[in-house]
């Protein structure tokens, strides 16, 4: 039997949820609620049901799981009111705007025993699972460096994405995913230190960009950089590995993978760049490494629904886990504290 859904919230993200319930296999869509009237018009011109109230959606016994897609600032309350209600609830990320309240979301969930997780969707996007293959499998041997990029060149988007009351700003956009993936291809290190720097090009409202290097205990780090004034972007992803380097150039693409066999040569010829010669970067050859290209990953993010609806079935645990939403929302809030006072947070490793 499918598990009734209600989204609340019917702008971008909320019409992402609907489009998949509508053809899911594990929810059936019991309809929307959102506060404004032209939304509620659109849902209705689509066939979706539409709720008269939020107190109507909480009052209705059919509806077990509730996704909230609205703008951050006002997931909090709208999640506590769910659980309170007696629904499981799924936050749009990022699920708050600071640890404190997600820890008072996390204390409603246990306390009513309803599930409560974030909508982590990202965590099955074909780059980074070709990356954390990589990691997993070592096949580039000990990796030292995960750089993580998200380049564009529109500004911030004229909604509330740009209003600071709102939770906008890109470390909350799109750094909330970036990170999630990170510590996710990280997994089984501590965070010993977080350095961050914002941009403001396009406006000094919000960080419309961020640079967030990541240092672990293993001698590791994680750079995540995500721009919006950029008209040339650099590679999604650059891993680097004591046995090779590897390479995604768009999300569109394969992974581009070169090992290196023998890492001595016998003689190593100097060649000539610009003014002068160089031994130490000239070029390596087909004799002492080797290249090759990746499967591209297969994925489902519907897979993401079918989790939840497993474990409220109780034949599986929520994939995105409170530990992991109270991590992530750490390093965000240690990034803004870095962002502000121009220096490499050192806390008690996370």
């Not at 971008?12 to 489009?19: A, L, P, Q, R, S």
């Not at 720097?197 to 960009?209: Q, R």
Request: with cysteine.
């Amino acid at each position: 039997m499918k598990h009734r859904l209600c989204v609340i919230g019917y702008g971008g993200m909320g019409g992402w949820h609907v489009e998949h319930a509508l053809k899911s296999d594990v929810v059936e869509l019991a309809g929307i609620w959102d506060i404004k009237p032209e939304r509620r018009e659109l849902a209705r011109s689509r066939g979706i049901h539409v709720y008269g109230s939020l107190e109507e959606v909480l009052a209705d016994p059919t509806v077990e799981l509730c996704t909230i897609a609205t703008p951050n600032d006002v997931h909090k309350p709208l999640a506590i009111a769910c659980m309170e209600a007696g629904k499981n609830v799924i936050s749009e990320k990022p699920v708050t705007l600071c640890v404190d309240d997600l820890k008072e979301m996390i204390a409603v969930s246990e306390r009513t025993g309803k599930l409560f997780t974030v909508h982590q969707n990202r965590r099955w996007d074909v780059d980074f699972l070709a990356v954390k293959d990589l990691y997993q499998t070592k096949a580039l041997g000990e990796i030292y460096s995960v750089e993580s990029r998200i380049h564009g060149s529109r500004g911030i988007p004229s909604d509330w994405r740009g209003l600071k009351e709102y939770g906008g700003g890109m470390l909350y956009d799109w750094g909330i995913h970036l990170i999630d993936q990170m510590l996710q291809i990280y997994a089984n290190e501590k965070i010993v230190s977080i350095y961050c720097e914002f941009d403001n090009v396009t406006t000094d409202v919000v960080d419309d960009g961020f640079r967030l290097t990541i240092g672990f205990d293993n001698g590791a780090r994680g750079y995540i950089e995500v721009a919006t004034c950029n008209f040339i972007a650099m590679p999604r992803f650059y891993v680097l590995g004591k046995k090779g380097s590897a390479i995604i150039r768009d999300w569109r693409e394969n992974c581009n993978v070169v090992i290196c066999d023998y890492w001595h040569e016998g003689e190593v010829i100097p060649v000539q760049t610009a003014a002068g010669l160089t031994k130490t970067m000239a070029p390596r050859d087909e004799i002492t490494t080797h290249s090759y290209e990746c499967a591209r990953p297969v994925s489902d993010v519907h897979d993401y629904y079918r989790n939840i609806c497993a474990t409220l079935e109780g034949k599986a645990t929520q994939i995105v886990t409170h530990e992991q939403m109270v991590r992530v929302l750490t390093v965000i809030e240690l990034a803004f504290k870095s962002a502000e006072e121009g220096k490499i947070i050192l806390d008690k490793p996370l």
